[in-house]
């Protein structure tokens, strides 16, 4: 059974909304945390947001937040004001501390800003 | 700059050849890690090692190699090509329990003919 599931393989939002990408996960750790990373086209990996299963409060890092839901197991990021350079793939991963700390991805959904 | 250093950037390789993915991190990291990502299934881990002299297999370990030469290096070998492994091939490295991922590399992308 995948570990993280993310079910867009696509989406398309309108420069200056704010768009939800989804994130399922499935552990039985009590102790992990969650992952958003963006790849532009230009192929880099790049940290957004992390969030522990101990934290309380939803996180956020400028217009990216993440909408935790422990009981539904769900990790969904928001961008808010959509840019033109939001336009990327864009993965969910977990790091359970059951699994030596290893990153384990979903297969990404890719973004499109349109003008 | 600090970060992940990994050579070559793009390589081609025929069937059978054999071939070493360089990576270095000047970050003090502990734990280091090779991930290979293709089309439609993400990044999936091939080795990793979590301190100096210790290495792992991960998801996907078939038709490679690994070596944690020091704290800072981490080379992944692949002995004899296939088609199989054309793929774009990333290193990262951790602290342990960090609330930051992992710092990646910029890549490097391999084609098998």
């Known amino acids: 059974a995948q570990k993280i599931t993310q079910t867009q393989p696509g989406m398309f939002v309108q420069e200056k909304e704010a768009v939800t990408l989804d994130c399922t996960y499935d552990t039985s750790d009590q102790s992990y945390g969650l992952f958003w990373y963006k790849q532009p086209s230009s192929g880099e990996m790049i940290f957004l947001i992390y969030q522990g299963s101990y934290d309380e409060q939803n996180a956020t890092e400028g217009r990216y937040s993440l909408n935790f839901q422990k009981a539904r197991k769900s990790a969904n990021l928001v961008i808010s004001a959509s840019q033109l350079g939001d336009s990327a793939m864009y993965f969910c991963a977990m790091r359970e501390r059951g699994s030596q700390g290893n990153l384990i991805f979903g297969k990404g959904t890719k973004l499109s800003v349109k003008p | ?113």
């Open chain 2, 1 to 113: 700059n600090a970060g992940v250093t990994q050579t070559p950037k793009f390589q081609v390789l025929k069937t059978g050849q054999s071939m070493t993915l360089q990576c270095a991190q000047d970050m003090n990291h502990n734990s280091m890690y090779w991930y290979r990502q293709d089309p439609g299934m993400g990044l999936r881990l091939i080795y990793y090692s979590a301190s100096e002299g210790t290495t792992d297999k991960g998801e996907v370990p078939n038709g490679y190699n690994v070596s944690r030469l020091n704290k800072r290096e981490f080379s992944l070998r692949l002995e004899s090509a296939a088609p199989s492994q054309t793929s774009v091939y990333f290193c990262a490295s951790t602290q342990d329990r960090s609330n930051y991922g992992y710092t990646f590399g910029s890549g490097t992308r391999l084609t098998v003919v």
